[in-house]
């Protein structure tokens, strides 16, 4: 206890902690395949950071002026942010001049169709009448470098693929109501992490800039958003659950057994495995997950159970005989915490790394509580505890449950629970849907969906995945793509293509281009010496005579690549790999042409959502029948205890749980994989009821009841409050839990074996 005391005043005091908040990281990882892990990561990576605000007006004047001012005073702030507002004319330049000197390899699909459909003087004709024409595409160079402006088209087309623009040197869009200033900001500290909250921020620099603006709207948008609240909610709930739960504990303790000094003995056993529980799981995974806290906050409902046991059998005996009671209810309390710690652990069987950390958590931190009880307890206990009015009437409850030996009684509760079965099973329902694990306010959500509908953002959860032996390769898979999706694009299925070989080509590609520039414009008797004889002209362009390919270490290396540049994962492995994006996939109708395109070597089409969702239905199945399994395991060690009888102490919790399930479906809660996990915790506590009150005859039998019924109620508090969280999996698993632990106390009872004849009830 003294190392574990020290481990965590070193880790919570000296700042050594990490708290992970990242959903994403309780989810399972396919480990057949890193590649799309990867790609999923970097994606997710690349946006970690970075928030979106659009500043919208009637007229760009006031949409440019509102953003000049939300950007000062963001600046003014001193806020840990990078700010990306304005565009100079020399980084616009910039641009330009680093593409220039690959001008001659640089052509669009409709550039190629033309210049291999029409003829040379048909060629110079279409140039010759370019040059005469008072308005068109800007030109860049000397029109004898490129006579039929390809470059500027080219160009054109690559800006085409966004909707954003530089006027006025600051970033904007517009649509034919508003027009908008866009400030890119991308925030210093991680995404994940409660300290870095920029949404108390952003929504006071809102308020001001509507003081002088009220016509203004304002649209945020971000992951870092998201994972400000998330973090938020997840920390607020922390201290409910745990404050509730041990609230409600300690007036239930004191109540039963006279005092405080129970109470804090006990909480001295409760902290011990907290803080092992704590010490444990940071020293096995390096950083504890936030919602592994809240998950141990309702361990205090679990941990109480050792030392209520302990105090329910202590009460109305003299101090000296307390070693005496606690051999005689070590075996039982033994089996008690092994059964308890077999549904913790088959959470450590799940591919989930939130659920293996939580099963580390739950499992080192009960055994630390047991021992507490066990070894240290009976040291400090003095006195004498009275049995009191209180304790006496909770203890008494036993006497009031019907006589199941009565075949009338028996015939009414089989018929009412077989009638909740039967309306269960033609009710239930599963859905393993991952966007039901989505939580964030509906305001969040409709400003997300706003700027990407004005940026008319890619999809980030469907994508193709490009993989090949070399970069060049990789490339050429992409260009093959784009030509298998045109179709979709002119019937309109899609609205764009988004790849790195829009600004890359392969090399084959440049070197093809420029290729055919070459022989139908520079070569003798090209477009520019037919239009030179026209104009009497018999200046030569300065082009250049050989193919020097743009590579993709340049293009990378260079400022020109920060939109894109996460979409080039480079080396996954022995593959390089690339991802293609689209924009426009809002009908899940589309998904299966996009699945048939990507029947090539090297060319996967990627959709997270189902994909996910599909690994949940999985681990949901394979769960239940860890259950099946747990339940002949733990039946096997209450054979071993009670022979025949073991059915009493293990029939009334699986009874409970089929109940629960039903109940859910009845009120139309769709079966998922936290509701299967639950069902795990209620075997190992409901188990522990049948087990204490199965072990006990005569007068004990109302200290096992006083024992149980203290354990069903801390154990409610806990799980009862997380059916309340704000996160729906926490919340899914807290109303399984209320409903299963509430029938698996209510039906033990009934199943105890009958009291002598001559006894009366």
């Known amino acids: 206890m003294i190392a574990v005391t020290v481990f965590n005043g070193w880790y919570w005091l000296g700042g050594h902690y990490r708290l992970e908040t990242d959903i994403l990281a309780m989810l399972p990882q396919d480990s057949r395949d890193t590649q799309v892990r990867d790609a999923t990561r970097k994606l997710a990576d690349s946006a970690a950071r970075r928030i979106v605000v659009l500043v919208g007006a009637p007229r760009w004047s006031e949409a440019r002026d509102a953003g000049d001012r939300y950007a000062a005073a963001l600046a003014r702030s001193g806020a840990p942010v990078t700010l990306r507002y304005t565009v100079t004319d020399q980084e616009s330049a910039g641009w330009i001049d680093f593409y220039s000197p690959y001008r001659q390899q640089l052509l669009t699909s409709a550039q190629v169709d033309m210049l291999g459909r029409e003829s040379t003087p048909a060629l110079a004709q279409r140039a010759l009448a370019g040059l005469y024409q008072p308005m068109g595409m800007p030109r860049l ?419 020109v690549s920060e939109p894109l540049r996460a979409q080039w994962l480079g080396k996954l492995g022995k593959q390089y790999a690339s991802i293609v994006m689209l924009r426009g996939l809002d009908n899940p109708a589309k998904l299966p042409a996009l699945h048939t395109l990507a029947q090539e070597p090297g060319v996967r089409f990627i959709d997270k959502v189902a994909e996910i969702s599909a690994l949940l239905a999985h681990y949901r199945q394979l769960m239940s029948g860890v259950i099946v399994l747990s339940y002949a395991l733990v039946f096997g060690m209450l054979w071993w205890h009670f022979g025949r009888q073991a059915w009493r102490a293990l029939l009334p919790t699986a009874l409970a749980s089929l109940l629960t399930i039903a109940l859910l479906a009845v009120t139309g809660h769709p079966i998922q994989l936290f509701n299967i996990l639950a069902l795990l915790l209620i075997l190992g506590m409901g188990v522990d009821y049948g087990v204490f009150l199965l072990a006990e005859t005569g007068e004990n039998k109302h200290r096992a009841f006083l024992s149980v019924t203290l354990a069903a109620a801390g154990t409610l508090l806990a799980f009862g409050l997380l059916a309340l969280s704000a996160t729906p999996a926490l919340s899914a698993f807290g109303l399984t839990m209320l409903l299963g632990i509430s029938l698996a106390w209510w039906l033990n009872p009934f199943f105890m074996p009958p009291p002598p004849s001559n006894h009366s009830r």
């Not at 101090?319 to 075996?331: K, T």
């Not at 009437?393 to 089989?414: C, S, V």
């Not at 239930?428 to 964030?440: E, M, S």
Request: hydrophobic share 45%; charged share 15%; aromatic share 8%.
């Open 141 to 559: 160079g000397r029109w004898q470098e490129d006579p039929l402006n390809l470059f500027g088209q080219w160009l054109g087309e690559r800006a085409g693929q966004s909707r954003i623009r530089v006027v006025d040197e600051r970033l904007s869009l517009s649509t034919p109501t508003r027009s908008y200033a866009l400030i890119m900001l991308e925030q210093n500290s991680p995404a994940f992490s409660v300290s870095g909250n920029l949404s108390p921020l952003l929504d006071q620099t809102a308020r001001e800039v509507r003081r002088h603006a009220p016509d203004v709207d304002i649209v945020t948008a971000g992951i870092p958003l998201f994972a400000a609240a998330a973090a938020s909610q997840a920390q607020h709930e922390v201290h409910t659950i745990g404050a509730g739960s041990l609230l409600g504990i300690i007036l239930l303790t004191v109540l039963a057994f006279n005092g405080l000094r129970p109470r804090l003995l006990v909480t001295v056993s409760l902290f011990a495995g907290l803080g092992t529980a704590i010490t444990v799981t940071a020293l096995l995974f390096g950083k504890l997950h936030l919602i592994t806290l809240v998950f141990g906050a309702s361990l205090i409902g679990v941990a109480e159970n050792y030392g209520n046991n302990y105090y329910a059998y202590r009460l109305g005996r003299p101090a000296s005989e307390r070693w005496a009671m606690l051999r005689q209810q070590r075996g039982v309390m033994c089996l008690a915490f092994m059964t308890t710690a077999i549904g913790y652990a088959l959470l450590a069987l799940t591919p989930f790394p939130g659920l293996m950390q939580m099963a580390v958590f739950s499992v080192s931190g009960l055994l630390a509580a047991f021992l507490t009880v066990l070894l240290c307890l009976p040291y400090v206990d003095a006195g004498t505890l009275p049995f009191n009015r209180f304790a006496h009437r909770i203890g008494g409850l036993y006497t009031l449950w019907p006589d199941m030996t009565r075949r009338r009684n028996a015939l009414l509760a089989g018929a009412a629970c077989l009638l909740i079965l039967l309306a269960g099973l033609f009710s239930i329902k599963t859905n393993d849907d991952i966007r039901l694990l989505q939580n964030a306010s509906p305001r969040l959500i409709q400003e997300q969906r706003q700027v990407g509908q004005l940026l008319d953002m890619p999809s980030p959860g469907q994508f193709f995945l490009i993989e090949g032996a070399s970069p060049e390769l990789v490339l050429q898979r992409e260009e093959a793509l784009k030509s298998r999706l045109a179709p979709l694009l002119v019937a309109g299925e899609i609205k764009g293509v988004q790849s790195v070989s829009d600004w890359v080509p392969s090399a084959r590609r440049q070197c093809a281009n420029f290729a055919k520039l070459e022989q139908t414009i520079y070569a003798p008797g090209g477009v520019v010496d037919q239009v030179n004889r026209q104009l009497g002209e018999t200046e030569q362009p300065r082009v250049t005579r050989t193919c020097q390919p743009l590579s993709i270490d340049s293009w990378l290396a260079s400022p």
